[in-house]
């Protein structure tokens, strides 16, 4: 399956991209496609266990993915 | 109760209005505002970027939240995003309750929620032309503190 | 910083313009408005009285004491007095700092004080044509518990 | 000597005026400007200990009183 991985902020600079494409086995979590992020140039940008929503929402580390979904990786917000 | 990203300019007094009711014997409106200096370092202007539509439900489920805890409906919320000189206003909320401990609150409990959900994020022009994504202030929860306490549905 | 005894509406987004500094990240502006109704009774509007020339020297102390308070010079307060339709703002207040804690924080404090040393009364009028002087508000300071901390002078 | 009080108010209702001019002994104190007062018709809406600014300033019951003293009554504000 695959999964729209949405990057923002210094994580889409260090990427060079706003989003990836990630292609991940069925039953994937989130942890898992952060994984799969994290081994690409840039990837390291990445902390241990970023804030991640999913189709809008905050979502857990452990929840799994299914096709389709748009995984957002959230830098330290800094609104207000 | 009303919440929304914006990039134009934000009208402060509008929102004054917006939440005056005949019912409210207190109003109370938080401007945030583009700082000349940052931790040391002279700003010339700050480009704010948002996840826009999760930053638009974000803020209205923290403006909702809001108006549950204190008891009113009369709470709204803008973000300003795109490129903002010093001064500009990035952040407005009003709030309104018949009493004024009520209002205070609503408005101080918005401003930190924010600081803490709405996915938004700001890059620093400093004076030498540089530019910089900084993260929270100083006094507002950390990233890490931040992550603890969202609310995370047991499963979507 | 700045305070006024004043007979003219209050131009609140004056007030925000007036607190508003490049080295300011936070402005907190609050306003008191009449009520339509006050414990159960419709109020049609109020006629603000005060001493006059003292309630202009203490607004005056009540704002410099929260500008040294909470480091700020940037407080202004005016509180309006005669007659005031319902909505109408009888109290407005703005502050700003760097930071949002302690404008929030100065802002509540000056309308804390207000309500318990300004020497200034009301009249409410009713929807039967009555009027009559009211006291202080629930949840403010009573005559008896605001009396014993006036900063009295030990002797003139 | 004499001292002026100032009646805002419920009190100046009461007394029907905003002002009175006292006649008091020398050195007799606030407490001593609230007796006289008290004994007015109206006199009786005084609380035991009411608040009192002289010459613009709160004080205390105690302070003795001078000649021309301007000696406001406040009634329980209500500003704000």
Request: charged share 25%; hydrophobic share 45%.
């Amino acid at each position: 399956m695959t999964v729209t991985a949405l990057l923002f902020a210094s994580y889409a600079d260090a990427f060079g991209a706003d989003s990836v494409v990630l292609d991940l086995r069925p039953g994937a979590t989130i942890a898992d496609a952060v994984d799969a992020l994290r081994s690409r140039p840039g990837g390291s940008v990445l902390p241990s266990s970023p804030l991640v929503a999913v189709n809008l929402v905050y979502a857990d580390a452990r929840d799994t993915l299914e096709h389709g979904d748009e995984v957002a990786i959230i830098p330290p917000v800094a609104g207000g | 109760m009303r919440a929304a990203i914006t990039s134009a300019p934000i009208d402060a007094p509008a929102l004054l209005r917006e939440v005056a009711q005949p019912a409210n014997g207190a109003a109370v409106l938080f401007l945030g505002t583009v700082r000349e200096q940052n931790e040391g370092r002279a700003v010339t202007g700050i480009d704010y970027a948002a996840y826009e539509r999760m930053a638009e439900l974000e803020l209205e489920k923290i403006v909702r939240e809001a108006c549950d805890q204190f008891g009113t409906e009369h709470v709204v919320a803008e973000h300003r995003i795109g490129h903002l000189d010093v001064g500009e206003a990035s952040v407005a909320i009003a709030a309104a309750h018949p009493h004024r401990a009520r209002a205070f609150e609503a408005a101080r409990w918005v401003i930190e929620e924010v600081k803490i959900r709405l996915p938004v994020w700001k890059r620093e022009e400093y004076v030498d032309g540089t530019r910089e994504w900084v993260g929270n202030h100083a006094g507002t929860p950390s990233y890490e503190a931040a992550d603890s306490r969202f609310p995370i549905p047991d499963s979507r």
